[in-house]
């Protein structure tokens, strides 16, 4: 059983500034990528960040620029630093991982979720 859990979410001032971690623990032999996605109500979820074990990194355009994330493959965390934040990124943010298990299985998980809010 591997298991996401997430940390660092709230309310923040536009133009603030904000760091999300996320945890990965349990039956885990590697992590390839690690990613950050968000949720809006009614919307679908959509990838904000993904960085690979090699630190190979992709962002959506609405977070180029704005935000960075970065891992510890030691220690299996993602964080997502969020700088210049806009009412827009209102959203609940969620850590995903593409794990392998010893037993060979490999399998994307999910943390529970952490809302931000950006208020105007």
């Known amino acids: 059983q591997v298991q996401l859990v997430e940390s660092g979410g709230g309310l923040v001032q536009r133009g603030g500034s904000l760091g999300l971690s996320c945890v990965a623990s349990?039956?885990?032999?590697?992590?390839?990528?690690m990613s950050w996605y968000r949720q809006i109500p009614g919307k679908q979820r959509e990838l904000v960040a993904l960085?690979?074990?090699?630190?190979?990194?992709k962002y959506a355009d609405s977070a180029k620029g704005r935000f960075t994330i970065s891992r510890d493959n030691a220690k299996n965390t993602v964080d997502l630093q969020m700088n210049s934040l806009k009412p827009e990124d209102t959203a609940v943010y969620y850590c995903?991982?593409?794990?392998?298990?010893?037993?060979?299985?490999?399998?994307?998980?999910w943390g529970q979720g952490t809302q931000v809010t950006v208020s105007p």
């Open positions: 349990g039956s885990i032999a590697s992590i390839s990528a």
């Open positions: 995903s991982a593409d794990v392998a298990t010893p037993s060979g299985d490999i399998a994307v998980y």
């Open positions: 960085i690979v074990s090699g630190s190979s990194t």
